[in-house]
């Protein structure tokens, strides 16, 4: 009995090579890591263990050159300052570019109004004991029709206060302009077309020059091409990472959340085909 301990803890020192070529994917994962100097062996194991690590869901692919589009809507809350029936004066707490065109949402329940705007202008505001940094910036307002007229003015009446004159209701807008009273707010909506990088079933990496909410869920559309439907998605913004790029400020990872069934059966062909 004592002569096969010691044979076998000979071979337990002294291994040979078929016993040292069958160690354990873990060990080899380890050894790897050592020898690259990594101090994140996560990493290591996920990529070369199949046994030891998550894989990706879905397999990613790259669209360089498919010219593949995401269409987003981003909404800012903003607060008039005043108004009139050919544009407004508002002040919001996010940069918005000059010659930006947005829709402009009016949502009191008694005046509901859509117009659609262009930033003239903008003025950066410091802290102040009378309101919060953020920016000043004049609004016009594009070709609003008879019946937005109207009910603009019919806003105007009820939450602000005429500078010495009263409102013509002729269809020619007027220079008059109302202060805001009580601090009203609306909704400052903008469509954006965003480049996509890579997709799969799970997600997509697009580019934007938006700083986005890690976490923020938004409705999206994809377009892969101008002949099919758009594929309609409901995504939550993963990961932003900046841009080595010139023209566009960061990757944004967005996880797909929700897709109806033939958004699904699009996004699946989409994908196959490529």
Same mark, same amino acid.
Do not use: Q
């Given at each position: 009995m004592g002569i096969l301990r010691k044979i076998r803890s000979v071979r337990w020192l002294f291994p040979g090579k078929a016993e040292s070529s069958a160690s354990s994917p873990l060990t080899a994962s380890l050894k790897q890591a050592k020898k690259v100097g990594t101090k994140n062996v996560d990493n290591i194991i996920s990529t070369d263990n199949k046994d030891y690590a998550r894989k990706r869901r879905y397999p990613r692919h790259?669209?360089?050159?498919?010219?593949v589009h995401a269409h987003m809507v981003f909404s800012e809350e903003v607060?008039?300052?005043n108004l009139s029936?050919?544009?407004?004066?508002?002040?919001?707490?996010?940069?918005? +570019?000059v010659g930006g065109r947005y829709l402009l949402r009016i949502q009191d329940r008694e005046h509901p109004l859509s117009?659609?705007?262009t930033v003239k202008w903008k003025q950066q505001q410091e802290n102040s004991e009378e309101m919060f940094g953020g920016y000043l910036a004049g609004l016009s307002f594009t070709s609003p029709t008879f019946e937005e007229?109207?009910?603009l003015k019919d806003f105007m009446r009820t939450y602000g206060e005429p500078d010495?004159?009263?409102?013509?209701?002729?269809?020619? +807008?007027?220079?008059?302009r109302y202060y805001i009273k009580y601090g009203e707010r609306a909704l400052l909506n903008r469509h954006e077309v965003l480049g996509v990088k890579i997709i799969s079933l799970g997600?997509?990496?697009?580019e934007s020059s938006r700083q986005m909410n890690v976490d923020g869920n938004y409705f999206m559309k994809i377009r892969t091409s101008t002949k099919d439907e758009p594929i309609k998605i409901k995504g939550?913004?993963?990961?932003?990472? +900046?841009?080595?790029?010139?023209?566009?400020?960061y990757n944004v990872g967005v996880e797909f959340l929700d897709m109806a069934d033939p958004d699904k059966v699009m996004l699946e062909k989409f994908i196959h085909n490529l």
């Open positions: 790259p669209l360089e050159g498919k010219n607060v008039f300052k029936v050919s544009g407004a004066l508002i002040f919001t707490i996010k940069d918005i +570019p117009l659609l705007s007229i109207v009910r010495s004159r009263t409102v013509n209701d002729s269809f020619t +807008p007027g220079a008059l997600g997509m990496l697009i939550r913004i993963a990961s932003i990472v +900046p841009s080595s790029s010139s023209t566009h400020g």
